[in-house]
């Protein structure tokens, strides 16, 4: 199996080499073929679409992951979050894909992680993504206490901004993540609950459930 690694905090950084080291292990191979690592002066899309477009020439990898992130990519996240956005132009060219997070830590350990993505690989959970899915998984920093399939939730956007002294600038304060609506089923819910939450994520985001009427408004533009 061809599996094509990517993050979007860069070449070094110890989650991408926590992931690479995981899947390098019996009973997964690997067999080195020319050079195998590649630093791209862009965004985390701009590093698959490379991927696919040319360095993997005629052969396309089986399986993209996105990670690990140091941080928890869930509910409102997802939608600007470039660990899920790399796995999700995967899924535009029907490659299965996943993005893995892990819960912020001061100083995080990835050995959780590593644990769930070398599970979820070993039992193939990847080969049950329908064309156009991925999957987004989030790991808690502290004790796992289980997986749970879950949907998108929602999340306090209001986050504490720190003034510098000259008050020239501004930097993210420290907050706890807190639900808005911690509804079972949700990934804030089994993140907070110290649970793996696994969400299944397409890239059909049209909305249905005022198609009609918006289109009957158009009509009458006309």
Not at 22 to 30: E, I, K, Q, Y
Not at 41 to 47: A, L
Not at 100 to 114: A, N
Request: aromatic fraction near 8%.
């Amino acid at each position: 199996m061809k599996i094509l690694l990517v993050n979007d905090d860069g070449f070094d950084e110890p989650g991408l080499r926590v992931l690479e080291d995981t899947l390098s292990h019996p009973p997964l191979t690997v067999r080195t073929h020319g050079p195998m690592r590649f630093s791209v002066e862009g965004t985390p899309v701009d590093c698959v679409k490379l991927a696919l477009c040319e360095l993997a020439g005629d052969t396309r990898p089986d399986l993209v992951i996105s990670g690990i992130n140091p941080g928890a990519n869930v509910a409102n996240n997802t939608w600007y979050s470039g660990t899920v956005a790399a796995a999700t132009e995967a899924a535009f060219w029907k490659i299965p894909a996943i993005a893995i997070s892990q819960e912020y830590s001061s100083s995080p350990d990835f050995e959780q992680s590593s644990k769930v993505i070398r599970k979820v690989i070993d039992q193939k959970l990847h080969t049950m993504l329908e064309p156009g899915t991925l999957l987004n998984i989030n790991v808690p920093a502290g004790e796992c206490r289980g997986y749970r399939m879950t949907v998108t939730g929602s999340f306090a956007s209001e986050i504490p901004f720190m003034r510098s002294e000259d008050g020239e600038s501004y930097s993210y304060g420290h907050y706890e993540m807190q639900s808005v609506r911690e509804q079972s089923g949700t990934d804030v819910h089994a993140l907070l609950s110290g649970h793996v939450s696994l969400t299944l994520l397409t890239t059909f985001r049209s909305a249905s459930s005022y198609a009609n009427d918006l289109r009957q408004w158009c009509l009458r533009q006309s």
